[in-house]
């Protein structure tokens, strides 16, 4: 299998929320991880840790928590009407995967050692010491041909999401990523163009 190029993989990594049920490889989910594992942490810490839920009893489980915790937030939001027309499809979009998260043929949960520091240069170590990682495992997922998609809402019910696959109390859940073959096409994602949001020297200066 030939690897994409780290500039195909970047710019044409979107976030794949419909998923075939197809089962993913092991060797493809250990690769996807270790690749994650590659990332810096602040102190070399590497406080990370990966739970990879590929049981079905477990993956109904924590798609039945995703889904309620997706339908308080997410419907509500739609249901006030106060949303700009964009940011409305968004949300429809993302219902997809609130009703079928437990669908996806694995579930990577991401998870932290310690809990978030209340200073903000060890608040941002905290959490930039994992989101790299994170975003190896997407871009390795991208790699070989899986779609993924950074969630969070299951933090709604942390708790419960926990429960469901033993953490330990001093891990925290950062990210819950459903990994699977795509329904969809990769291409690349619509973005505000970079030099509308770059500034050279002071805030102000621009180059188009």
């Known amino acids: 299998m030939s690897e994409l190029s780290v500039h195909e993989a970047i710019y044409t990594l979107r976030a794949m929320r419909r998923l075939r049920p197809d089962p993913v490889p092991e060797e493809d989910l250990a690769y996807i991880v270790d690749a994650a594992t590659q990332a810096s942490s602040a102190t070399n810490a590497q406080g990370w840790a990966f739970v990879v839920v590929t049981g079905a009893a477990e993956r109904r489980a924590l798609g039945d928590i995703y889904r309620d915790a ?40 991401v998870a932290m050692r310690g809990a978030h520091p209340p200073d903000g240069v060890r608040g941002a170590s905290h959490y930039g010491s994992i989101y790299p990682a994170v975003q190896n495992l997407m871009l ?37 990523i459903p990994v699977g073959y795509p329904r969809g096409r990769f291409r690349q994602p619509v973005r505000i163009p970079s030099a509308e949001v770059t500034h050279w020297n002071r805030w102000g200066n621009r180059r188009h």
């Open 140 to 176: 390795a997922a991208r790699a070989r041909g899986l779609g993924t998609t950074l969630t969070t809402l299951h933090k709604l019910r942390e708790a419960d999401v926990k429960a469901v696959v033993g953490m330990p109390a001093e891990y925290e859940t950062v990210a819950l």
């Open 70 to 109: 997706g339908r308080t937030a997410v419907e509500s939001a739609l249901a006030s009407g106060t949303l700009p027309p964009a940011t409305a499809r968004v949300y429809r979009d993302a219902m997809v995967l609130v009703e079928h998260m437990g669908e996806a043929p694995a579930l990577i949960l």
